[in-house]
């Protein structure tokens, strides 16, 4: 006899109250890629004020501000690579991440999945 059981980690998303924020948490990031200022707030300001009614949105709204300050080091990176023509094309790939890496967390996030962002420094554990 097999059973294929599959535990739920604590960043599983299960309520559709909790996916629904988790959603929301990870396009919040959209802002980054758009309006910058904004964009490092939001994530931060829902991530913090809806964490302690749902403990499972830490993992992602950790996951999501180690991608912010990642693409920010990326983009200076970039920047400071534009002197030598390579930093065109880099800014342009990072900026493609900044976009395309929230939809899908928040896909994820909205099957009740946690994702994590490739190229994300662990700045927050």
Do not use: C
Request: zero cysteines; hydrophobic letters at 55%.
């Amino acid at each position: 006899m097999s059973y294929n059981i599959q535990p739920m980690g604590p960043s599983s998303l299960q309520t559709a109250e909790e996916r629904q924020m988790g959603l929301f948490l990870h396009l919040s990031g959209l802002a980054f890629a758009f309006v910058f200022p904004l964009g490092i707030v939001l994530p931060i300001i829902l991530w913090q004020t809806q964490k302690e009614k749902m403990p499972v949105l830490d993992a992602h709204g950790k996951m999501v501000t180690n991608w912010m300050i990642s693409a920010t080091i990326y983009f200076f990176a970039s920047f400071i690579l534009m002197f030598v023509l390579i930093g065109f094309l880099t800014v342009f790939v990072v900026l493609l991440l900044t976009i395309i890496f929230p939809i899908i967390g928040g896909v994820k996030a909205n099957n009740g999945e946690m994702w994590n962002y490739p190229l994300t420094i662990k700045f927050l554990k």
